[in-house]
């Protein structure tokens, strides 16, 4: 078995050098639909986590009456943690929000002075509200809207902030639905370019393979070589693409950065290089294989 294989791997080499104009121009080819490939999951990777650290920024709040009594706003706070889309419930008390309004405008005289003037604390207590998931937001503000709340609550923040969610939920879902349809579009290709030049091998070695039938060869040691072409062209265009990506990755994160401060894109790919490897290697390879084994299976008739 062992030397069957070994031949196999042989002759699959001796085929992928033989054909070596349609060769490289295969390997040209999985390899710019690879670099599109890695490319493609980096700038994925970057929108989730900016999208992420605009979703993690994005809350709504509730602003109670100045009277509202302490323990039916702490009440209001713990109904919410039980809430299964409630991520974080932040309760903002009144001195904490006097403290905090000092601190913002301490360098403005006439605000601080209009403080000292006043003989009570004008500032209501406050919840600020972390969602799960966006969805998640129009939920939160429909339990919020519960008649047994309004004698206490004063404003809630949803609607002031819908557009922002709304906005932030069409961006996600546009890049998560595109970035799946580029993917299919870029596997179709490769895996059409393969194919032929698998058709095109056989095709163009069908008198030799006549000759094997005839000598009594197996199917294995006749259709494996082809499949060792396809692996040959996924291998060499993935190791190509790897290396493209990185270069082009290095080059951009410093134009990436003016736009996204909070992203080196550089240091992301390099902690995560061997995720991004590991999928163009199984992405091209995979082609190679699939693509090989149905024009085996298509055009040589054994």
């Given at each position: 078995?062992?030397?069957?294989?070994?031949?196999?791997?042989?002759?699959?080499?001796?085929?992928?050098?033989?054909n070596?104009?349609?060769?490289?121009?295969?390997?040209?080819i999985?390899?710019l639909?690879l670099?599109?490939?890695g490319?493609?999951?980096?700038f994925?990777s970057?929108?989730?986590?900016?999208?992420?650290?605009?979703?993690?920024?994005?809350?709504?709040?509730i602003?109670?009456?100045?009277?509202?009594?302490?323990?039916?706003?702490?009440?209001?706070?713990?109904?919410?943690?039980?809430?299964p889309?409630?991520?974080?419930?932040e309760?903002?008390?009144?001195?904490?929000?006097?403290?905090?309004?000092?601190?913002?405008?301490?360098d403005d005289?006439?605000?601080?002075q209009?403080?000292?003037a006043?003989?009570?604390?004008?500032?209501a207590?406050?919840?600020?509200i972390?969602?799960?998931?966006?969805?998640d937001?129009?939920?939160?503000?429909?339990?919020?809207d519960?008649?047994?709340?309004?004698?206490?609550t004063?404003?809630?923040?949803?609607?002031?902030?819908?557009?922002?969610?709304?906005?932030?939920?069409?961006?996600k879902?546009?890049?998560?639905?595109?970035?799946?349809?580029?993917?299919?579009?870029?596997?179709?290709?490769?895996?059409?370019?393969?194919f032929?030049?698998i058709?095109?091998?056989?095709?163009?070695?069908?008198e030799?393979?006549?000759?094997?039938?005839?000598?009594?060869?197996?199917?294995?040691?006749?259709r494996?070589?082809?499949?060792?072409?396809?692996?040959?062209?996924?291998?060499?265009?993935?190791?190509?693409?790897?290396?493209?990506?990185t270069?082009?990755?290095?080059?951009?994160?410093?134009?990436v950065?003016?736009?996204v401060?909070?992203?080196?894109?550089?240091?992301?790919?390099?902690?995560n290089?061997?995720?991004?490897?590991?999928?163009?290697i199984?992405?091209?390879?995979?082609?190679?294989?699939?693509?090989?084994?149905?024009?085996?299976?298509?055009?040589?008739k054994?």
């Open positions: 078995m062992l030397t069957t294989l070994s031949r196999v791997i042989k002759y699959g080499l001796v085929g992928f050098w033989r070596g104009w349609l060769s490289t121009a295969t390997i040209a999985v390899f639909v670099v599109g490939f490319g493609l999951l980096m994925n970057l929108a989730n986590i900016v999208l992420a650290d605009i979703q993690d920024k994005i809350d709504i709040s602003y109670f009456k100045v009277d509202a009594p302490e323990d039916r706003i702490l009440e209001v706070q713990r109904a919410l943690e039980s809430l889309e409630v991520k974080e419930v309760y903002v008390s009144r001195d904490t929000a006097l403290e905090t309004f000092r601190e913002q405008h301490k005289p006439t605000v601080s209009a403080l000292e006043l003989d009570e604390n004008p500032l207590a406050a919840i600020n972390k969602a799960r998931e966006l969805k937001y129009e939920a939160i503000a429909g339990y919020l519960k008649e047994s709340y309004k004698d206490i004063d404003k809630i923040s949803y609607a002031q902030n819908i557009g922002v969610i709304d906005r932030l939920k069409s961006i879902s546009t890049v998560e639905q595109g970035g799946l349809l580029l993917i299919i579009f870029i596997s179709l290709v490769a895996a059409l370019i393969i032929n030049t058709r095109l091998a056989i095709y163009s070695n069908r030799e393979l006549a000759v094997m039938r005839l000598v009594g060869a197996s199917n294995f040691f006749i494996g070589p082809y499949m060792i072409e396809g692996i040959i062209y996924g291998i060499v265009g993935s190791i190509m693409s790897v290396i493209m990506v270069i082009g990755v290095f080059y951009a994160a410093p134009y950065k003016i736009f401060p909070d992203i080196n894109g550089w240091t992301y790919y390099l902690s290089f061997f995720m991004f490897m590991s999928a163009q199984f992405f091209g390879v995979g082609l190679g294989v699939v693509s090989s084994y149905i024009a085996v299976r298509k055009y040589l054994i």
